[in-house]
């Protein structure tokens, strides 16, 4: 861990969740919606402030969560930035350790609003706060914490590099070699049933060649088209994906509309929460460790 980021660390940990295994690593306020991780942290005046946690994302807080709790915040031409608010003792998450403690400030248009993936929290939590330190995500209780001291080498299973704060990995499907990033906030609005109202649900994607592709070679793999209100989206279940040491099986991958997630990068695929369900993952930002059981 950079000294920086501990010395920040230290100072906040008063106001972070409940310290465990003798002081070796910090139990946060979390849970489980639609299989993704939000962390719930509350304010001293009993009001929570739930944050999306998203380690393929660069973070904000919507521009509604700033007036209503009345944060500080600045503009730095069209942009505005604002700090995540204080919390109450053993209620608490970690400060943002990059870009000076600040989150972007994203203001919702109609469309936004609407969508069930952008509703019911009020800050996103990226790469800027996951950097720089040792998570554990334990999907099966739920629980998260962050640890004190490292992964060790020997324990890692899953071979991980980073795109600056951002992790990803190498994944196999069906003897082809795939490159992914770590995405635990993929999410899917989709409808459970025929005719139901869309909830967001965890997902991994993945380009929409790469599934015409393996539609093409494994007709047998099972397809849904348009399962989401927004046009475009189709989802196929992948029987097996292997990544290092450890196989993820049934995961289900969903297209984007023209790709969007993908930013025009060299990604094939996200491989999101829903891989991840039932396992426990630790990343080791500083020493790009993953371990998945």
């Known amino acids: 861990m950079k000294r920086g980021a501990f010395l920040g660390l230290a100072g906040s940990l008063p106001l972070m969740g409940i310290v465990t295994q003798s002081a070796r690593e910090i139990a946060l306020p979390v849970e489980l919606r639609g299989g993704r991780f939000f962390a719930v942290p509350m304010l001293v005046d009993g ?10 994302g660069s973070g904000f807080i919507f521009a509604d969560s700033v007036a209503r709790f009345a944060l500080a915040s600045r503009s730095v031409g069209p942009r505005t930035y604002a700090r995540l608010p204080s919390f109450a003792p053993q209620r608490g998450v970690p400060p943002v350790v990059r870009d000076d403690g600040e989150l972007a400030v994203f203001a919702k248009d109609a469309r936004d609003a609407a969508d069930p993936i952008l509703s019911g929290f009020d ?32 324990d890692a299973n899953v071979p991980l590099a980073f795109d600056g704060v951002y992790p990803r990995l190498t994944v196999g499907v069906a003897g082809e070699t795939l490159a992914m990033s770590l995405d635990i906030a993929a999410s899917v609005a989709a409808a459970a049933s025929p005719g139901g109202s869309a909830q967001a649900v965890a997902t991994s994607f993945v380009r929409r060649a790469v599934f015409e592709r393996w539609h093409s070679a494994h007709p047998d793999w099972r397809v849904d088209r348009n399962v989401s209100p ?64």
């Open 123 to 154: 800050a996103q939590l990226g790469g800027s706060w996951f950097a720089d330190r040792i998570w554990t995500l334990d999907f099966k209780k739920p629980s998260m914490t962050m640890a004190l001291t490292p992964l060790g080498a020997a």
């Open 230 to 293: 927004s046009p475009g989206i189709d989802r196929i279940l992948v029987p097996e994906v292997v990544s290092g040491g450890v196989t993820f099986a049934g995961v289900t991958f969903t297209t984007r509309p023209g790709d969007d997630v993908f930013e025009g990068g060299p990604l094939a695929g996200k491989l999101g929460s829903n891989a991840y369900a039932n396992r426990i993952v630790t990343i080791d930002y500083p020493n790009a460790r993953l371990r998945v059981e």
């Open 47 to 56: 009001r929570g402030f739930a944050c999306w946690l998203d380690t393929d």
